[in-house]
């Protein structure tokens, strides 16, 4: 009961489904399904009772057919981020199994793309949670492939937009094709054989970036790790959300986190931190960076005071985004930083080589000292150019050259740059007479 609360909460709040505007978007709307059964009428999968037995008059029932199919109409082409279904569980909860989740704008379930491919609903659970990745489409279809009966208790549409997608990435380094902008293209494959993960060469603190476009409050930061090896490269890591362009001048959420060994994904739970950027940067030297994905869900993505959202993200959850004392501390000696549960302190070394000298941040933590980005040093590089003092001019002299007998003056920048060209060419005459070479000599 108590794992299914859990489940019923994260996903409300995930949707933001307790905020006005924000229900989950199949509730009420018009549905179909190709045959009825036992009087299962399709709109009982879109009434908003989630009981999962027959006997609460909650459940749709079709003929036992072929490829039978259920699908609801949005009424408009909507972004799909996740399905939410209710299998039966008083009788026959095996039928569902396998199932496959449509989405596109065709009224006959087939034609529309598959979010992802066969499902298989876990036979202790009632719920289960499909994730679509952003899929787009008016009508959101549920088909059972073979000759079967197909029994739908609740599906709910969800559109909580992860906010990275498709948003500009860097990071500090590349190597072997592992683009960055890899890790906010969709795709959560874990396997670097399917062109879906970051990588940098080995770095002191290598770091990637997204640049939300906007201040965004953030709630989540979704983690997917490489699984096909190296997962032990990514830990421990740091997010840093903040305004700066530069990874490490920004707060960071929470202390040094890692994912178990075993699981190649996390939600790490930022609690409202405020900021345009969210970057991921590992400390230390001969770092590694690989991302196979960076997701960022804001504030309406559901607050669950302290309760994990996993299910709903399909990660593990880590709530670290909240400070109190004594979870993290600075040993002076060492130069390093310790979290929570952690039993040695993590070195924050600095600069390429790790030889730079690190400093407090506002919050008492070691952390590195800004780095100058390209544009900074171009920025300053001109404002040093626009400081430099002009050539001091003698009495009477001006900086454009005397108008000839009866030209006008409407061409100011023509007149100075042919001053120029006439001093470079006297230059160049002047140094052509220096080292012409003398016949007598």
Not at 298 to 308: E, M, Q, S, V
Request: a negative charge; glycine letters at 10%.
């Amino acid at each position: 009961m108590t794992r299914h609360l859990t489940l019923v909460l994260a996903l409300t709040f995930l949707a933001g489904g307790v905020y006005p505007g924000h229900a989950h978007k199949a509730l009420g709307r018009p549905a179909f399904q190709s045959s009825v059964a036992h009087g299962g009428p399709p709109g009982r999968a879109v009434d908003g009772n989630r009981n999962s037995h027959w006997g609460g008059s909650s459940c749709t029932h079709t003929r036992q057919q072929h490829n039978p199919w259920w699908y609801v109409d949005l009424g408009e082409s909507v972004t799909v981020d996740h399905v939410f279904i209710v299998n039966r569980r008083d009788c026959c909860s095996e039928r569902i199994t396998p199932f496959d989740v449509h989405i596109g704008d065709s009224t006959v379930v087939g034609r529309n793309p598959r979010c992802g491919g066969h499902h298989h609903f876990p036979q202790s659970d009632a719920e289960m949670v499909v994730n679509c990745g952003g899929m787009r489409g008016r009508y959101v279809g549920i088909r059972l492939p073979g000759w079967r009966v197909l029994t739908l208790c609740e599906l709910e549409v969800y559109s909580a937009p992860n906010l990275a997608l498709g948003k500009p990435t860097i990071q500090s380094g590349l190597a072997h094709g592992g683009f960055a902008s890899r890790a906010t293209d969709g795709s959560r494959d874990p396997n670097w054989g399917s062109q879906s993960c970051t990588h940098t060469p080995a770095q002191s603190n290598p770091w990637l970036r997204v640049d939300l476009g906007t201040q965004v409050s953030v709630k989540w930061v979704v983690i997917i790790n490489r699984a096909d090896c190296c997962r032990e490269r990514l830990n421990p890591f740091a997010i840093h959300i903040g305004h700066n362009p530069n990874v490490a001048s920004n707060p960071r959420c929470g202390g040094h986190h890692t994912i178990p060994a075993d699981k190649n994904k996390d939600a790490i739970n930022c609690n409202g931190m405020r900021g345009r950027f969210v970057g991921i940067r590992l400390p230390g030297n001969g770092r590694i960076l690989t991302l196979c994905e960076v997701e960022v869900y804001d504030t309406t993505a559901g607050n669950l005071h302290g309760k994990r959202i996993s299910e709903g993200m399909d990660t593990d959850g880590q709530d670290c985004g909240e400070y109190k004392e004594g979870e993290s501390w600075v040993s002076d000696e060492d130069n390093c930083v310790c979290d929570q549960n952690e039993e040695v302190c993590t070195k924050v070394d600095c600069g390429q080589d790790g030889d730079e000298e690190p400093i407090k941040d506002q919050d008492g933590m070691w952390t590195c000292p800004p780095e100058l980005d390209d544009e900074s040093e171009q920025s300053e590089t001109s404002d040093e150019l626009e400081m430099t003092d002009p050539p001091e001019l003698g009495e009477g002299e001006t900086d454009l050259p005397e108008l000839e007998e009866g030209e006008t003056d409407e061409d100011p920048e023509k007149r100075m740059l042919a001053k120029i060209l006439e001093t470079l060419e006297n230059d160049v005459r002047t140094a052509e007479e220096e080292f012409e070479p003398n016949p007598n000599e």
